[in-house]
């Protein structure tokens, strides 16, 4: 896909990747970004980095379609995340709502997809924002830190298997794991949460390993994989000393700041492609 188009709409969740997206556009050569904002959601310093904004409520569907429309947006993004307790204190209106009651079995894939088909309707096409971000998602070969043990290798390519099948079941899509046993597996409450409570089940001795992958036929439109420095800080405090992410399904949110904070903290990051363990080796200077 064309990096370089005219007018690029943004739906905008939460945290940093809907900052780091439009700043990736423009510098690609998108000339105009409009985004979707939600209240209670969206940081509000994306304002400076697109032309216009629209804040919305989640749930107004019929506003979003209409603020594209209105603005000669054909082609939008959705980056970011939105609160999973705003989910249940949604307030759908009568589009979302019609669109919810369609929708028989609930979860991310077929919510986002619905949603995607929603949009086709009134000639807005969701396409996935890879192409802006494909420069910060690093390929095999990626490692900070120290270099893995016998065990921990093991140990990654026992949690990839998992990790695989957990997404498979729509569940989440990461997994804790040490000595070939399972400890946490991501549910409801994201990422950060599930490496603490992963890693404290580790107990006093540490060595926890956790490894995030991307589902089957991963739908990039809505769900890119990311890590930043916050998921480093969630496996320090919980005591997680290897994270393993699949190659090149996995966006690197603060990559510069990444391998010296690997390195300060002697926590091990490395990237994975299919179900090979890693290979032992020296840290990506």
């Known amino acids: 896909m064309e990096t370089a188009i005219d007018v690029l ?30 209240e209670n959601e969206t940081d509000p310093a994306l304002a400076e980095l697109v032309d216009e904004i629209v804040w919305l409520r989640v749930g107004q ?28 204190d949604l307030r759908p209106d009568l589009r979302t709502l019609g669109l919810l009651m369609r929708v028989k079995e609930k979860n991310a894939h077929t919510l986002f997809g619905a ?54 079941l ?34 006093t001795s540490r060595g926890a390993v956790a490894v995030k992958v991307a589902r089957h ?18 496996c320090r405090e919980g005591g997680v000393d290897v994270l393993a992410v699949e190659a090149g399904t996995t966006l690197f949110l603060d990559r510069d700041e990444m391998g010296p904070w690997c ?3 002697k926590l091990s990051l490395l990237t994975v492609a299919g179900e090979a363990p890693p290979r032992v080796g020296r840290d990506n200077k």
């Open 9 to 38: 709409g943004l739906i905008a969740g939460n945290r940093s990747l809907p900052l780091l997206t439009a700043r990736q556009a423009r510098e690609m050569g998108v000339k105009r970004l409009v985004a979707v904002a939600f």
């Open 61 to 88: 569907l019929s506003r979003l379609v209409k603020a594209f429309q209105s603005r000669g947006v054909t082609r939008c993004v959705m980056v970011g995340q939105i609160a999973p307790k705003n989910l249940f």
């Open 115 to 168: 949603l995607i088909e929603e949009l086709a309707k009134d000639d807005i096409t969701v396409v996935t924002a890879v192409p802006w971000l494909a420069p910060l998602m690093p390929g095999v070969g990626c490692h900070h830190g120290p270099a893995l043990s016998e065990e921990q290798t093991g140990d990654v390519a026992f949690g990839f298997h998992m990790a695989k099948e957990i997404t498979r």
């Open 170 to 203: 729509e569940i989440g899509q990461l997994v804790v794991v040490k000595n070939g046993m399972v400890l946490a597996v991501e549910g409801f409450e994201g990422t950060d949460a599930c490496l603490r409570r992963g890693g404290q089940l580790a107990g």
């Open 217 to 234: 036929k991963h739908d990039m439109r809505f769900d890119i994989p990311c890590i930043g420095l916050s998921t480093l800080e969630a």
């Open 263 to 265: 390195r300060r903290h």
